[in-house]
């Protein structure tokens, strides 16, 4: 099935879970992707190698979205790899804490925040000029319960600000939700 051919995906944090089982689909459907990973250049060789051997088109990246320079580096990569068009952004990537409200430090709020508030909306900041008019954005869902959870959920606020702003500026694709439900993705 190629019903994405010529088309490019930005999978971030798509080395394990989630991520890859999305990024394996859409290389299935006949995306080229390209591989974020944070931390395990192996998973993430492995996910490349999957998709070659099925003859796909995929790449890795390597990018702390932690840090706050990190979604310019991503950006920055992705555009030096593909050019000026990226048609999928799927914003996979995130940590959650699952502990009672009062285990929670500042630094672990923060870094909650950094990788799934801070990193998502400035990647597609960082994107925006290599995102076309037709181009779909999928968010990391956030359903659990515990804190650490919860405060993932908070930032599902900005990043719904950022759709709200798009949609202002005219820019209705970017304001839609990719048609894949995340949540309902099964991990292998």
């Known amino acids: 099935m190629d019903t994405l051919a010529n088309k490019t995906a930005l999978v971030t944090g798509a080395s394990r879970g989630m991520g890859r089982t999305t990024a394996l689909a859409l290389a299935a459907a006949g995306a080229r992707i390209i591989v974020h990973y944070g931390r395990n250049a192996d998973e993430a060789k492995a996910v490349v190698d999957q998709i070659r051997a099925a003859g796909g088109r995929a790449d890795a990246v390597a990018a702390d979205l932690a840090a706050p320079g990190g979604p310019h580096a991503l950006a ?62 999928a968010d990391r869902p956030t359903r659990r319960c515990s804190f650490g959870h919860r405060v993932s959920r908070l930032g599902q606020g900005a990043l719904d600000h950022r759709r709200h702003h798009c949609r202002r500026r005219r820019l209705q694709a970017l304001s839609r939700r990719n048609p894949i439900a995340l949540h309902s993705v099964s991990n292998p």
């Open 76 to 137: 920055a990569q992705v555009r030096d790899l593909i050019g000026d068009r990226l048609d999928i952004l799927v914003s996979n990537a995130g940590i959650s804490k699952a502990s009672p409200l009062e285990d929670i430090t500042v630094k672990d709020f923060d870094e909650l925040f950094a990788v799934n508030v801070r990193a998502p909306y400035f990647l597609v900041q960082q994107l925006l000029p290599i995102l076309g008019d037709d181009s779909n954005i």
